[in-house]
């Protein structure tokens, strides 16, 4: 894809240090410090949007806003509305509008889903978000990013996770900049997923990356990683 038909796309993920973003069952991923958590509301300051998968809103349950007072106040001073606008993918649109970031104010919320949503679904859903359902199984994401950018005038988009969504990006080489805290415990489980899910493929091909930073505070290790392309 076009780099000038996409926003620039960030990641930002914590991993244990046997590399596992969850745990078998797929529970929430509260494992790192109010440190970690503090410096990703930072970097959610720096995107024009949050992209989030299904799963992740669902065991999460993220509100995908940014309440911080003073990050608002800079994103302001830059010209930018208060908070990035709220992206949630789905192909199936298996969506609650009872979940928190249906409920929470804040920034704009688009769905992208496909025909196979229900009717009834899609009617709950309306009054809090824009739809856009594509005529597919499955949504390419590649359509996503152009939209985001062609109809949104989004620049950059930050994905939240999860794994399958980060994956996607990563396999149409759409990830630009992945920021990763690496925490000091270990959680083992064959089953538990990586920063690319539980597929058991390897990737069609290698995503190569320069290690652009790299911080040690209190035991966690916050990487930054900028992809290089051949
Ligand atoms: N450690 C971390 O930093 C971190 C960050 C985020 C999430 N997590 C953890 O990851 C786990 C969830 O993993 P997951 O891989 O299932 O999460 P996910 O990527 O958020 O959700 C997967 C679902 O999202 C939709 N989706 C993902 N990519 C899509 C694409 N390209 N196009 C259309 N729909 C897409 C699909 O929904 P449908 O099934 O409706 O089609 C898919 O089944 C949770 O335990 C969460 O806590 C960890």
């Given amino acids: 894809m076009n780099r000038r038909d996409r926003p620039k796309v960030i990641a930002n993920?914590?991993?244990?240090?046997?590399?596992?973003?969850?745990?078998?069952?797929?529970?929430p991923a509260t494992f790192t410090s109010p440190r970690d958590k503090q410096r990703l509301l930072e970097i959610r300051a720096t995107a024009d949007a949050i992209l989030v998968g299904r799963n992740t809103i669902a065991t999460d349950t993220m509100s995908m806003t940014l309440r911080d007072r003073a990050l608002?106040?800079?994103?302001?001073?830059?010209?930018?509305?208060?908070?990035?606008?709220?992206?949630?993918?789905?192909?199936r649109g298996d969506l609650d509008p009872s979940w928190k970031v249906f409920q929470s104010p804040g920034a704009r919320r688009i769905v992208f889903s496909?025909?196979?949503?229900?009717?009834?679904?899609?009617?709950?859903?309306?009054p809090h978000c824009d739809l856009h359902l594509l005529d597919a199984k499955t949504i390419p994401i590649e359509d996503v990013l152009s939209?985001?950018?062609?109809?949104?005038?989004?620049?950059?988009?930050?994905?939240?996770?999860?794994?399958t969504l980060l994956r996607s990006l990563i396999e149409i080489d759409a990830l630009d900049l992945l920021h990763l805290t690496v925490a000091p415990i270990v959680f083992?489980?064959?089953?538990?997923?990586?920063?690319?899910?539980?597929?058991?493929?390897?990737l069609r091909s290698i995503a190569h990356f320069h290690l652009e930073s790299l911080r040690v505070i209190a035991g966690e290790c916050f990487l930054r990683y900028r992809?290089?392309?051949?």
């Avoid at 993920?13 to 529970?27: E, L, Q, W, Y």
């Avoid at 930018?80 to 949630?88: F, H, K, Y």
């Avoid at 109809?151 to 999860?162: A, H, K, N």
Wanted: proline share 7%.
């Fill in 13 to 27: 993920f914590a991993i244990t240090a046997d590399g596992k973003v969850s745990t078998r069952n797929h529970t």
């Fill in 72 to 91: 608002q106040a800079r994103r302001r001073a830059k010209g930018l509305p208060a908070q990035p606008l709220r992206v949630i993918v789905s192909n």
């Fill in 114 to 126: 496909t025909v196979r949503m229900p009717e009834a679904t899609r009617q709950a859903l309306l």
């Fill in 188 to 202: 083992g489980g064959k089953k538990a997923p990586t920063l690319t899910g539980t597929k058991p493929g390897f």
């Fill in 147 to 163: 939209a985001l950018r062609g109809i949104y005038d989004i620049r950059t988009v930050l994905c939240e996770g999860g794994p």
């Fill in 227 to 230: 992809a290089i392309r051949q």
